[in-house]
């Protein structure tokens, strides 16, 4: 089963150290998501990129947060000096067309979820 | 921000009834797709819907897309034990926006 891959899949940091979140899309997707979902809630949209390239950050966070999608290897998602409220699920998603063409799907992987103590 | 009224929050049902959720933005949605999620793991596509009116079908899963292109509903016919989860509707407000606006969820609860 080749779907996105995301690890780790449970991450413990204490305040102020760095979280490293890594994403491999399925097969043949060039194309990745990240999302935050924090407990009770839906999940909300933070960064689409395409391989080298940030097509739309709209929803990440100013400050400590960064996303990379490196041509070769997985895409990463950063957070310098985390805080209590950095605590969430953070989930991967891939598809193979991008750019909210007609019929594009978006599939998850199983999702990272970061504990700040 | 832009976002999605998902109802009912939550639902406790018997085994074998029929369950019916929805979804409505005051904004125009040009796709919509329903998702599950269970305890720990990501959320998986059960109905993607593309068109407005369209009605589609997945096994015991049927879903449409409202005519207005501001709703959406999900049934699920003759529940089982495993159909036990949190469904969530998502949307993509216009075309070519890439990024998914999610509902808050339905958590569903069966009793057996």
């Known amino acids: 089963n080749a779907g996105v891959m995301q690890n780790p899949r449970h991450l413990v940091r204490r305040r102020g150290q760095e979280a490293r979140l890594r994403c491999s899309p399925m097969?043949?997707?060039?194309?990745v998501y990240w999302y935050r979902q924090l407990p009770e809630e839906g999940l909300k949209f933070m960064v689409y990129?395409?391989?080298?390239?940030?097509?739309?950050e709209s929803g990440m966070p100013k400050e400590r947060f960064s996303a990379e999608f490196p041509k070769e290897g997985p895409s990463i998602l950063r957070i310098q000096q985390v805080v209590r409220g950095d605590s969430a699920a953070y989930f991967c998603?891939?598809?193979?067309?991008?750019?909210?063409?007609?019929?594009?799907?978006?599939?998850f992987g199983p999702g990272t979820r970061l504990t700040v103590l | 921000g832009q976002q999605l009224n998902q109802s009912p929050q939550s639902m406790f049902i018997q085994e074998g009834e029929d369950v019916s959720m929805n979804c409505t933005s005051s904004?125009?949605?040009?796709?919509w797709l329903w998702y599950k999620q269970d305890p720990g793991e990501g959320p998986v596509l059960l109905i993607a819907?593309?068109?407005?009116?369209e009605l589609t079908s997945n096994g015991r899963l049927t879903a449409q897309f409202g005519i207005t292109r501001k709703d959406s509903f999900l049934n699920i016919s003759a529940s089982i034990p495993s159909d036990v989860g949190i469904y969530f509707c998502?949307?993509?407000?216009?075309?070519?926006?890439?990024?998914?606006?999610f509902g808050q969820g339905t958590r569903l609860t069966i009793n057996p």
């Open positions: 998603a891939s598809s193979p067309q991008g750019g909210g063409s007609f019929g594009d799907t978006q599939y």
């Open positions: 097969k043949g997707h060039s194309h």
């Open positions: 990129l395409q391989k080298e390239n940030i097509i739309d």
């Open positions: 904004s125009i949605f040009n796709t």
């Open positions: 819907l593309y068109k407005a009116g």
């Open positions: 998502a949307g993509r407000r216009i075309q070519g926006a890439q990024k998914l606006v």
